[in-house]
């Protein structure tokens, strides 16, 4: 018997259908391309039920908090099976934007409510793989931890209930959330929202952006992001939330993580990073408009968005920043940049986005540079902290009074064979202790307009708040 096995679906399950199929498997994780568009969103993968988990509440500054996933890449290894999807199990997780922390001394915010661990991530020795583009599906499973022959008995007993749940009643109407809403230590809730809150009244999100273009003024700085915290009641289950945030706004990086009492359900636009064969590959987005209802007033958003010289400066700050960030794990003269501000349409905004590559080089003691690398030296993303990187940080954990938690971190898969890919974690819901989170931010540089930044943070969430509402049905014309 030759590792992994693997099973065709034909016909491919409806990704919808397998989450709710399998929502109740401890640590279940989705990859969802919900979006699907040229060169992107042709792969979906989720995978439950992992033989190890790792969790950090928080790590000192200077310890490597990817220490023992470092060790899980030496221990359990595998080649991947040619054409076919490139995760085929192995690490996958969250990692929280305060795990920046760990690399570089910052001031913490004061306020963290809600808890969430800076890094969750298990190892996943089974997964279901979707290839939108051929319109195929597959299952496998790889047999780790065990070894030798049982290693084969595992693979095949781990394949035949992943089979038995597939086939198995649908979970078709799960129950409203019933657990009490708990009182936050720190209310720091204003009105400025008709179904909930934020920890930013308007006048006081204007005033931190007025801060932030004084630090650029100062020469401190030329950008920073800056969000505001959205803070709504538990109204229902997380996973119909997600499945209703996938169909009213689908996304290309899209992905569902529940973990113990807290679920992370996003749709993201953003890629991270991602790794294959050494490439890599990161697609930061700077620059919003919201769409219009009207073909010919959309056109004109799009025509202004990528005539601003404001949100051009904005992106080419960033690539400019991952250029230099990648530098420290790519293979000098390897950085190129094939897309410079070229406009996506989604569900409700238009981005402006960049692609930059490189290629995965050696380390000074001349050690071939890794995934865990290439996250340890680009994390967090720069399109969400800002330049200078380390500076841009600093004010954010001054400006902004609670932790950012998920927000801005990342959901990612790191394969047996090593490669990788990742989200920022935008446009994106983290559910725990009775509240829904939803941040939204933007760039704020020196041609900022404070009120003109607000009213974007207010376009970004304007998908997200759509799908808060059970009632709600996916569009049928830009809103």
Same mark, same amino acid.
């Given at each position: 018997?030759?590792? +992994?096995? &693997? ?42 039920? +992992? ?18 996933? *470092? ?64 319109? =195929? ?16 008995? *595992? ?7 992943? &089979? ?106 953003? *890629? ?7 490439? /890599?590959?990161?697609? +930061? ?51 190129? /940049? ?16 960049? /692609? ?10 001349? *050690? ?61 819901? =983290? ?49």
């Amino acid at each position: 018997m030759s590792l +992994p096995l &693997i099973q065709s679906l034909d016909p491919p399950p409806d990704v919808a259908e397998t989450l709710r199929r399998f929502a109740d498997w401890p640590d279940i994780v989705l990859f969802d391309s919900a979006s699907r568009r040229p060169n992107l969103g042709r792969y979906s993968f989720l995978a439950a039920d +992992p033989f190890e988990f790792e969790e950090l509440a928080s790590t000192p500054f200077g310890v490597d908090p990817f220490a023992r996933l *470092r060790q899980w890449s030496q221990r359990f290894s595998s080649e991947s099976l040619p054409n076919m999807p490139p995760f085929q199990g192995g690490a996958a997780g969250l990692l929280s934007y305060e795990l920046g922390g760990a690399w570089e001394q910052l001031p913490r915010p004061a306020i963290d409510e809600f808890e969430l661990p800076w890094l969750a991530v298990g190892l996943y020795d089974w997964v279901i793989a979707w290839d939108h583009e051929l319109g =195929t599906a597959w299952i496998i499973s790889q047999g780790f931890p065990a070894k030798g022959a049982a290693r084969e008995q *595992r693979a095949a007993e781990r394949m035949q209930s992943v &089979i038995a749940q597939l086939n198995a009643e649908p979970i078709v109407n799960r129950s409203v959330s019933k657990r009490p809403i708990e009182n936050l230590p720190h209310p720091l809730m204003s009105s400025s929202f008709d179904m909930g809150g934020s920890n930013f009244s308007r006048d006081e999100y204007l005033l931190a952006v007025e801060r932030v273009i004084e630090y650029i003024r100062a020469g401190d700085i030329f950008q920073t992001n800056l969000s505001q915290r959205l803070l709504f009641p538990v109204c229902e289950n997380p996973l119909e939330l997600y499945l209703r945030l996938r169909q009213l706004n689908p996304a290309p990086f899209a992905g569902y993580f529940a973990h113990d009492d807290w679920t992370i359900a996003s749709a993201s636009p953003e *890629r991270f990073v991602n790794v294959q064969d050494n490439v /890599v590959e990161t697609r +930061p987005i700077k620059g919003t408009r919201r769409r219009r209802h009207r073909p010919e007033a959309d056109l004109f958003t799009e025509d202004e968005l990528r005539e601003s010289e404001k949100d051009q400066a904005e992106n080419v700050m960033i690539v400019d920043l991952l250029r230099n960030d990648l530098s420290k794990v790519c293979s000098p003269g390897s950085i190129r /940049v094939p897309s410079l501000c070229a406009v996506e349409t989604y569900e409700t905004v238009q981005h402006l986005v960049s /692609v930059v590559r490189g290629t995965l080089g050696r380390d000074s003691a001349g *050690r071939q540079c890794n995934a865990w690398d290439l996250l340890a030296a680009l994390f967090p993303g720069g399109s969400i902290t800002g330049a200078p990187k380390v500076r841009a940080m600093q004010i954010i954990a001054e400006l902004e009074p609670t932790v950012r938690g998920p927000y801005c971190g990342s959901l990612f898969y790191v394969g047996f064979d090593g490669s990788a890919d990742s989200s920022i974690l935008i446009r994106t819901f =983290t559910i725990r202790r009775g509240w829904i989170q939803c941040s939204v931010g933007g760039g704020i540089v020196a041609q900022s307009d404070p009120a003109a930044e607000y009213e974007e943070t207010l376009h970004k969430a304007a998908g997200m708040l759509q799908a808060l509402t059970p009632s709600s049905q996916a569009p049928t014309s830009v809103p």
